[in-house]
Structures are given as structure tokens and as C-alpha cells.
């Protein structure tokens, strides 16, 4: 799937979001529209090598697992993992934060997969892409609100840890 770009201002300072961000165990708190039974892979769920497997809301469930593959503090979070039957779609995806203006910060989120096959990759044209990038966009808002609004939870409830 051709990769798509979702971006959101927060009123935050990027070192803050960066910390937040860090812990993929808060990835359930504004991804939990989408992402369901999310469970951490490790103990530890904070910097690489953290990871949590989830069930991602799409028609029939699917899993997938990610984990945090690069850190650039306070710049980038790689993500890598994978996801549809026997875990054969490779994903990519990465947070990049850019101060903008006072105490600002550009979110950007990006997200590419490599389906196996021909048949993989057309279902994925055939809305798939386009869904996900609606609700990455939205889970992008949700966590420029959590963050904007004052103290996340951290480790969002309903997370079991795995």
C-alpha cells in the first residue's frame, strides 16, 4: 500500500509528547477506536524493542503487532511490525515531531504496508487504505485533545498486559 501521511498541531511542548509517545502502552488510550484488545508483548513498554499485539476493528478482526524499531529523541518514533493472516503484512509507520511555534508540536504519522500479494494489496486499495487513514487521523486528534486537556492516563485502562 502506498504510504499515507496524517498530521496534527498540539499544544504541548515536543519533548512531552515525545515521552508519551515513547510508551506504546499509551497507544491504547488514543488508538482504542480501532485497536481492540491491545496487550503488551514485554514487561517494559517503553523504548525499542517495546511491543503490543491488538485486534484491529475492521469488518472481520484481524491482529497485528508492532514494535518501537528507532528512537530519535525528541525527533522520530519508527514503528515495525506486521498484521492480516499468519502476520505476512510488513508495516511501517513513524511519528515525526517538529516544534512549531511556542510550546508547539507538528505531529506528523506515517503508515506503509507491503501486502503479500496482488489479492492482499487490492483489498487494501479497495478501502482499506482509506480507512485506516480516517481512523489514524482520528487517533490523532483524540491524543492532541488528551494532551491539550491535561495529564493522559498513563497506561490506558482496558490494556492487558500480555
Not at 515525526?96 to 511555534?101: E, I, Q, R
Not at 490523532?140 to 491535561?150: P, W
Request: with cysteine; net charge positive; aromatic share 8%.
Amino acid at each position: 500500500m502506498r504510504p499515507f501521511t496524517c498530521s496534527v498541531t498540539i499544544d504541548a511542548p515536543r519533548e512531552r509528547v515525545f515521552d508519551y509517545l515513547e510508551d506504546i502502552a499509551n497507544h491504547a488510550e488514543f488508538s482504542g477506536h480501532y485497536l481492540k484488545d491491545f496487550r503488551l508483548e514485554r514487561l517494559a513498554s517503553r523504548g525499542v524493542g517495546a511491543a503490543a499485539r491488538f485486534r484491529i476493528a475492521l469488518g472481520r478482526s484481524l491482529w497485528g503487532e508492532i514494535s518501537i524499531a528507532a528512537l530519535e529523541r525528541p525527533y522520530r518514533i519508527a514503528l515495525e511490525g506486521e498484521t492480516g493472516r499468519l502476520g505476512r503484512v510488513k508495516v511501517h509507520a513513524a511519528y515525526t515531531l517538529t516544534a512549531s511555534g511556542q510550546e508547539m508540536t507538528r505531529l506528523e504519522y506515517e503508515l506503509a504496508t507491503a501486502p503479500p500479494s496482488r489479492t492482499a494489496e487490492l483489498r487494501l486499495m479497495l478501502g482499506g487504505r482509506m480507512w485506516l487513514r480516517l481512523q489514524s487521523r482520528r487517533a490523532l486528534q483524540r491524543l492532541a485533545r488528551m494532551l491539550e486537556e491535561g495529564e493522559p492516563r498513563v497506561h490506558a485502562p482496558g490494556m492487558v498486559p500480555g
